[in-house]
């Protein structure tokens, strides 16, 4: 008998730790075993809702907040980018942008079935190819290649109604008491926090699902 698990995912796609914790989610979910059919669906969070469309400097940002250099940050998440499997080189993505349109083109991909591979591929685009996702056109293509005709791609992540509607549920996720990303929610009961190790994403399932 086939089990059904669904697991909700609180990310941004400028979160580099989010990077790694999808990589470490997609890498246990596609060793469980064959009877267990998964729906993962992603839902939006603004690592920093004040970023303007035209992004900010992380380096100088980083610099300001914390005062250190952005380099001594961005070594940490890239070993643990490495041990995913993962070349990430942060100094090669110099801006942070606002990600109310890739939250929302991902939301809305609900139905298609490939939301999840949406939203990693607009990270990967960002982190590892180093594209700019504040263009509607960038958008619009990497929407295109999962399954959206690219002018409703365009039409949709500039709808005034959808991006409220992204925003609202935004500012919901924060209220919920998600104060930070990756966060992942196993069958409504189990949650974990950040981009944990393989292992505890591992764990995290099998108790999940010993008790579905």
């Known amino acids: 008998m086939t089990r059904h698990l669904k697991i909700d995912v609180f990310t941004d796609v400028v979160c580099p730790w989010c990077l790694v914790g999808s990589a470490r989610l997609d890498k246990a979910v ?9 729906t993962i669906e992603n839902h939006p969070f603004y690592l920093d809702p004040t970023v303007p ?23 940490r998440v890239e070993s643990e980018a490495a041990k995913a499997g993962i070349e990430l080189d942060l100094s090669r993505q110099p801006r942070m942008f606002n990600t109310a349109k890739a939250h929302t083109i991902t939301r809305l991909s609900r139905g298609s079935g490939n939301q999840h591979e949406l939203a990693n591929a607009i990270a990967e685009a960002y982190f590892l190819d180093h594209r700019q996702i504040n263009d509607d056109n960038v958008l619009a293509d990497i929407a295109a290649e999962h ?12 709808d005034a109604h959808e991006l409220s509607v992204t925003q609202q549920l935004a500012t919901d996720a924060a209220a919920q008491g998600i104060r930070g990303v990756p966060f992942f929610i196993f069958a409504e009961k189990y949650a974990l926090s950040g981009a944990q190790p393989d292992e505890v994403f591992t764990q995290a399932l099998e108790k999940t699902l010993s008790e579905l």
Do not use: F, I, S, T
């Open 30 to 38: 596609a060793a469980l075993p064959d009877d267990v059919e998964v």
């Open 53 to 75: 469309a035209e992004g900010v400097d992380v380096g100088q940002m980083l610099k300001a907040r914390y005062g250190r250099d952005p380099e001594e940050m961005w070594a």
């Open 147 to 158: 399954g959206w005709d690219r002018g409703d791609a365009l039409d949709a992540m500039n």
